[in-house]
């Protein structure tokens, strides 16, 4: 009897640790958010999975697309929670395959592709469960221009020489000018230095 006991313990540890490796390799996709510069010229997505991604990026030729393969068995049953950007990164698409495993999910993912705005170059990291991508435009970087401040519930530079044109105000040479790749907080310094009503404001 003290055998078979042992047998039936043994048969069960066995089958525990087979149950509790099957579900320790199930991985899945949870999150892809993207964070832009705010000129617009890089961006980071960061793809965050239960586990380790095994992966490969490819970028697509005569095309601005990066796709990131997948190269593991991953549910595509429902889709990740997603974000893209508005500068750099204009969609994020994920593609699904029928699977030929017939003991597990119908579909499986085999791909996040990234539409962007203009070809760029590639660095990513991994980190535990994270998966970093680092994108940068290639060639000449572009800059934002004064139609597009608005965007930032700026005026342009256009509207605000008309602006000053109007109320008979000399706006002479500006005390600060912006960086060659400004940033939002770098359009309020610029905006409160060489405003001329509060330099006549701090005169009287």
């Known amino acids: 009897m003290g055998v078979l006991n042992l047998r039936r313990v043994g048969f069960i540890f066995l089958m525990s640790l087979g149950f509790l490796s099957a579900l320790a390799a199930e991985n899945r996709v949870d999150n892809v ?27 697509i030729k005569n095309a601005p697309v990066v796709e990131i393969q997948i190269e593991e068995e991953i549910s595509c049953e429902s889709e990740p929670f997603h974000q893209a950007g508005k500068l750099l990164i204009k ?20 791909s996040i592709s990234l539409i962007l705005d203009e070809k760029c170059s590639v660095n990513a990291s991994q980190k ?45 040479t500006p005390k600060m000018l912006l960086p060659s790749h400004p940033r ?5 310094q610029v905006g409160l230095a060489n405003n001329k009503m509060i330099e006549i404001t701090q005169e009287e």
């Open 184 to 188: 939002v907080d770098d359009f309020i």
């Open 128 to 172: 535990d469960w994270i998966l970093s991508i680092q994108l940068k435009r290639e060639g000449n970087q572009s800059s934002l221009p004064s139609q597009n401040l608005s965007a930032y519930g700026l005026p342009s530079v256009e509207q605000n020489l008309d602006a000053g044109l109007a109320y008979g105000l000399d706006l002479g």
């Open 33 to 59: 958010v993207v964070t832009e510069s705010p000129d617009g010229n890089s961006a980071t997505v960061v793809i965050e999975s239960v586990q380790p991604l095994k992966y490969k990026i490819q970028q």
């Open 91 to 110: 969609e994020i698409k994920f593609a699904c395959e029928k699977s030929k495993n017939k003991k597990g999910p119908a579909e499986l993912l085999h």
